[in-house]
């Protein structure tokens, strides 16, 4: 392993390492990537072996049980996934964007590190006893569905992958499991989805949950297999049928068991389930409670912060259309209760993705952007979601504008903002 960087002040900086030089091993064992690293590193007493300027030195170590060194390392190669699922967004992107767009991830170490969901096809008993022995633990699993048959025909990887041999594995040995499944409409709802539920539900409560979310969907879908897409009455139809599911299947203390992505109740413009049926899931990143999740800590921020403008402010915000209604409800007339501050809300299209079919703010490009905002009164300063950046912490959206060339297109700036009010009015007060 590369070594990238080394903290000031840190025990490796007190052994002399340095940028470059590279870890072979610690007690023995060769250190394969960050996960081996942080758990071998773990003993309070350890030899740690070091390739430097072309030799290897070995370091006898004393330390805290938490000292981790203070060393950065180089990323890892991320394996793909072996699947050619038929609803993989990665095939529905549109052509000539960079290539990290058009790559799958299947690699369960980013499932540990970052609650990536992946579907263990391509783990055998050796990664999944290093899960195991390593206590990577929760890890988020893509299942779609159950049924061998259907399962070969939707991931197209031509074989029985032992799904849930290898969730009783790691459930029995104490791994933690959060389940996904990308609901198709004719594919894997029904007796399917049922059936998905009932097999996994069996490994409660290490399997800690389901989120059910609908099939994305593009306009860039030629050529790929006939999937229909979720509409607004599929949705009012499934949302019933969910909730009696979700009766059914409960963990044995009760807790839920069946969550829904806030996409469904979004489509029909429904009431969205209080944050309390989401309490303990921590499943916001996978859009499940993240509406609920952001207006109770905007209300908590709002609070702290009883934000004032000492000159009146007039800015626009804007998002996808998915929340553009819930947001014409609930959330922009609170700020335009503020005293001094104006917001004109405009959402926006994704006509680069598939305006019919991609709704979401995440998933907005700068060139949509420019086109449906420029020549429009903006105010002083336009602000969306840091969602739209390719990265976190970063500048650039998916079609690779930066927010200053936005910027410079719609005469005004262009910012982005966390989901914490703080962030929101720091950034209206002072620019940034």
């Known amino acids: 392993m590369k070594i990238l960087s080394v903290r000031k002040d840190s025990t490796a900086s007190e052994l002399g390492l340095k940028p470059g030089d590279r870890i072979d091993a610690i007690d023995g064992s060769r250190v394969r990537d960050i996960l081996d690293y942080r758990f071998k590193i773990s003993d309070e007493n350890i030899i740690l072996r070091v390739r430097q300027n072309g030799e290897i030195i070995e370091y006898d170590i004393e330390k805290d049980y938490d000292d981790d060194l203070g060393l950065a390392f180089q990323d890892f190669k991320i394996r793909s996934c072996a699947n050619d699922c038929i609803f993989c967004f990665v095939d529905q992107n549109p052509k000539n964007m960079r290539d990290a767009l058009y790559f799958r991830d299947g690699d369960f170490r980013m499932s540990f590190l970052y609650g990536h969901y992946v579907t263990m096809t391509n783990m055998g008993w050796k990664e999944l006893k290093r899960v195991v022995e390593q206590r990577l633990s929760p890890l988020y699993v893509s299942v779609h569905v159950t049924e061998p048959d259907k399962r070969q025909e939707m991931f197209l990887y031509g074989k029985d992958d032992f799904l849930l041999r290898k969730f009783e594995y790691l459930t029995e040995n104490g791994i933690e499991i959060h389940s996904q499944v990308v609901l198709c409409p004719t594919w894997n709802d029904g007796q399917y989805l ?48 969910a909730h009696q599911l979700d009766s059914q299947y409960r963990h044995a203390n009760g807790g839920r068991f069946i969550y829904l992505s806030d996409e469904w109740y979004l489509l029909i413009g429904n009431t969205l389930p209080p944050l309390a049926q989401y309490a303990g899931a921590d499943l916001e990143e996978n859009g499940v409670g993240q509406v609920a999740t952001f207006m109770h800590n905007w209300a908590d921020g709002m609070a702290d912060i009883s934000p004032q403008f000492d000159t009146p402010k007039n800015i626009t915000i804007g998002s996808g259309i998915l929340i553009s209604n819930y947001f014409k409800e609930n959330f922009i007339p609170q700020l335009n209760d503020i005293e001094g501050l104006t917001v004109n809300y405009i959402p926006i299209r994704n006509e680069f993705m598939g305006a019919d079919q991609v709704t979401v703010t995440g998933l907005l490009t700068g060139k949509d952007i420019v086109q449906q905002l420029k020549g429009k009164a903006l105010g002083e300063m336009v602000v969306f979601s840091d969602r739209i950046l390719r990265e976190t912490g970063g500048s650039i959206t998916l079609d690779d504008m930066t927010l200053d060339q936005i910027g410079a297109e719609l005469g005004v700036p262009f910012k982005v903002t966390s989901d914490d009010p703080k962030d929101f009015f720091n950034l209206i007060n002072n620019g940034n």
Request: glycine share 6%; no cysteine; net charge neutral.
């Open 194 to 241: 049922e059936k998905t539920i009932s097999d996994i539900h069996q490994f409660s409560p290490m399997a800690k949950s389901m989120s059910i979310v609908p099939v994305g969907l593009t306009g860039h879908r030629a050529g790929l297999v006939e999937i229909p897409s979720v509409t607004p009455s599929y949705a009012e139809k499934f949302i019933s049928m």
